[in-house]
């Protein structure tokens, strides 16, 4: 397995909590339910880290005893750009800690034989160009799926740093999703070991949007 510790660029979450939660998630006796409020959970905890780096600015506040001089967040807002359709099960997530966030969506599915991505829907905000941007998606595999949203995004004048939220990735997948964008950052719960013959992440956690939705 490649190694990313020391890449700036890649973020493990390493919290206790995070991967006790991961462990339930790849157990295949989860039940949809169960699965669906982890994924929820550990997109909030890595939103946590994503929004870490957002400036601040001044801000008094007058609270019920004296005035405080707070910090609140400046500059450009968020939106959160979920890879359809397993993307969609980290969005409230995403939203408990950001209520104010645009959601935009771009449906993508793999094409079992070529394992490439092929997209079907595309529906972002107005003013994409002018906001921060986590693209969310359980797996990271060959990571064809999110080069290809990457590049969308870029067309769409998104200049700055895009930040890959993902749960479970493979290196193959970190290593060609930040070859092919040089203003990118992933964050992920696991670098899993690598890809099977039919390109699915080992261990992984098997196909996230059947255990999300509970479909086959």
Known sequence: ????????????????????????????????????????????FEAYEATRDLPLEDAVVQTPVAT??????????????????AGLGMVDGVLELVPAARVGHLGMYRNEETHKPV???????????ERSV?????????????????????EQ????????????????GIEALLAADDDLR???????DGLNEAAYIVPGLGDAGDRIFGTK
């Open 157 to 172: 004048g998104v200049a700055g740093t895009i930040k890959a939220m993902v749960l479970v990735a493979a290196p193959e």
């Open 68 to 85: 405080a001089f707070c910090k609140t967040i400046s500059g450009k807002k968020l939106a959160v750009v979920p890879i359809l359709r």
């Open 134 to 154: 986590l693209v969310v998606d359980p797996m990271l595999a060959t990571g064809g799926s999110a080069i290809a949203a990457v590049r969308y995004l870029r």
């Open 119 to 129: 997209p079907y829907y595309a529906k972002l905000p107005e003013d994409i160009a």
């Open 1 to 44: 397995m490649s190694d990313f510790a020391n890449d700036p660029r890649v973020t493990v979450l390493d919290h206790p909590m995070v991967q006790h939660k991961l462990s339930i998630l790849r157990d295949a006796r989860t039940s949809s339910m169960q699965f669906r409020a982890l994924v929820r959970e550990l997109a909030m």
């Open 186 to 192: 992933i964050y992920t719960c696991s670098v899993d």
